[in-house]
């Protein structure tokens, strides 16, 4: 069974700096995916990016980007320019590539974006 | 946009009872799934089903059961309520595009508190 860890409960970054959470998952299979959710506080999770496994490329989106590393098994997600708005829980997941789009989160690191 | 709506936010029952948690997609997606959701666990799959009448448990599916009579519509239901499923649950849905890694889309959550 997989299994992802996120080592940070909690963080807090200045507004407008650059803020990296750290994911670390554990898998024996070669193709899978990647994800970042995002809950804000009392409201809908959201994707914030995805990646693909077989994608050498790190995905970016706008001010979030993540640093893939498949051979360590991690999966960072760097916040540039942080902004109030980001202030949340984020989530790692991984779905394989087998098996009815399942998604194994980890626990969660609470992000403070400090005005 | 895909819509994802789950019949209450904040329910409060009393242990033993029998509670229903709704939720409603309206795109139209195969796949649906129950997580609950406590502090410094993250997300735990509970159940999912990946087409009408069809369903599979996840890895919480303990004290647990679900109904999917129709695409849209996929229920959590707790047949006899305690108080350690006093929890956040979510329900999520996903197109089976065929590509792997479809993006999941969550409801907003319903808080349940079992006393």
């Known amino acids: 069974a997989q299994t992802v860890t996120q080592s940070q409960p909690e963080m807090s970054v200045q507004e407008a700096e650059t803020v990296t959470l750290s994911c670390t998952y554990d898998?024996?299979?070669?193709?899978?995916?990647l994800f970042w959710y995002k809950q804000p506080p009392s409201r809908q999770m959201i994707l914030v990016i995805r990646?693909?496994?077989?994608?050498?490329q790190n995905a970016t989106e706008n001010r979030f980007s993540v640093n893939f590393q498949k051979a360590a098994k991690s999966f960072s997600l760097k916040i540039s320019d942080s902004q109030l708005g980001d202030t949340a829980m984020y989530f790692c997941?991984?779905?394989?590539?087998?098996?009815?789009?399942?998604?194994?989160f980890g626990t969660g690191t609470r992000l403070t974006i400090i005005p | 946009d895909v819509k994802v709506t789950q019949s209450s936010r904040y329910l409060v029952k009393r242990t033993g009872e029998k509670v229903f948690l709704e939720c409603v997609q309206d795109?139209?997606?195969?796949?649906m799934f129950w997580y609950r959701q406590d502090p410094g666990l993250g997300l735990r799959l509970i159940y999912f089903?990946?087409?009408?009448?069809?369903?599979e448990k996840g890895d919480i599916p303990e004290g647990y059961s679900v109904s999917r009579e129709k695409k849209e519509r996929f229920s959590l239901i707790l047949e006899s309520a305690s108080t350690n499923q006093t929890s956040m649950y979510l329900c999520?849905?996903?197109?089976?595009?065929?590509?792997?890694?479809?993006?999941?889309?969550f409801g907003p959550g319903t808080r349940l508190t079992v006393l």
């Open positions: 089903s990946y087409d009408v009448k069809m369903k």
């Open positions: 898998t024996s299979e070669n193709n899978y995916y």
């Open positions: 990646q693909e496994a077989y994608k050498q």
């Open positions: 795109m139209d997606h195969e796949n």
């Open positions: 999520a849905s996903t197109l089976t595009s065929g590509r792997g890694g479809d993006t999941q889309y």
């Open positions: 997941a991984f779905m394989s590539d087998f098996g009815n789009e399942k998604l194994t």
